[in-house]
């Protein structure tokens, strides 16, 4: 399928051949959630822990005889069922990454980028080079472009200048071509391919 693309300032810049079986496909949901799922779960920090029984600061001495009292028998003031005793199968420090083979990562990009191009949401530009690293300058062109929320994901390489102006606008976000992922395309409201990203991201998945 054929594209048109575009420069920074709005202009025709000649359109461009997208490959079907990557920018094609009929979007499947159940492909990107298992992506976006193991992406998430492998993000995830898995820090929450919690004080067993063994954990609390209590001494382990018999808290009262054994028989009686006329009470229930207990033998430790940090057993789960007294007031800031230990937690009974709490959570512990875990990672939550499950597998997830290449091959479907792979087609889940696809389909990632079929889902932007279904949508009308897949935007292509000549090139994102800027001479001046000017944020200004740049948050007025993006604003006249109408980019809310852009994902712009470049070559093997982002521009250096455009990096930095794009840094401190926070409804962009610039990507290298190995920086794409399923997670952020489909967040974004609009995705930017540079020709060179196409390229790229044709040559990571054919």
Same mark, same amino acid.
């Given at each position: 399928?054929?594209?048109?693309?575009?420069?920074?300032?709005?202009?025709?810049?000649?359109?461009?051949?997208?490959?079907?079986?990557?920018?094609?496909?009929?979007?499947?949901?159940?492909? !990107?959630?298992?992506?976006?799922?193991?992406?998430?779960?492998?993000?995830?920090?898995?820090?929450?822990?919690?004080?067993?029984?063994?954990?609390?600061?209590?001494?382990?001495?018999?808290?009262?005889?054994?028989?009686?009292?006329?009470?229930?028998?207990?033998?430790?003031?940090?057993?789960?069922?007294?007031?800031?005793?230990?937690?009974?199968?709490?959570?512990?420090?875990?990672?939550?990454?499950?597998?997830?083979?290449?091959?479907?990562?792979?087609?889940?990009?696809?389909?990632?980028?079929?889902?932007?191009?279904?949508?009308?949401?897949?935007?292509?530009?000549?090139?994102?080079?800027?001479?001046?690293?000017?944020?200004?300058?740049?948050?007025?062109?993006?604003?006249?472009?109408?980019?809310?929320?852009?994902?712009?994901?470049?070559?093997?390489?982002?521009?250096?200048?455009?990096?930095?102006?794009?840094?401190?606008?926070?409804?962009?976000?610039?990507?290298?071509?190995?920086?794409?992922?399923?997670?952020?395309?489909?967040?974004?409201?609009?995705?930017?391919?540079?020709?060179?990203?196409?390229?790229? !991201?044709?040559?990571?998945?054919?």
């Amino acid at each position: 399928m054929k594209a048109d693309a575009i420069k920074l300032d709005g202009k025709t810049a000649g359109s461009v051949e997208l490959n079907d079986e990557i920018f094609g496909l009929e979007p499947r949901k159940d492909i !990107l959630h298992r992506v976006v799922r193991w992406q998430r779960n492998k993000a995830m920090a898995g820090t929450h822990d919690v004080l067993g029984r063994s954990e609390v600061s209590y001494s382990t001495k018999k808290i009262y005889r054994q028989k009686g009292t006329g009470g229930a028998r207990h033998g430790s003031r940090g057993a789960p069922i007294f007031r800031s005793g230990g937690t009974y199968k709490g959570p512990t420090p875990r990672s939550h990454a499950h597998d997830l083979t290449k091959k479907f990562r792979k087609l889940g990009l696809k389909h990632a980028l079929s889902a932007k191009v279904a949508a009308g949401e897949l935007v292509i530009v000549d090139t994102i080079d800027v001479k001046d690293a000017k944020t200004g300058v740049l948050a007025k062109m993006v604003g006249a472009l109408g980019w809310k929320r852009a994902l712009i994901i470049d070559g093997a390489e982002v521009n250096e200048n455009f990096a930095k102006a794009a840094a401190n606008i926070t409804t962009i976000n610039v990507l290298p071509s190995m920086g794409a992922n399923v997670y952020d395309i489909l967040k974004s409201d609009t995705l930017v391919l540079t020709k060179a990203g196409v390229e790229a !991201l044709e040559a990571r998945l054919s």
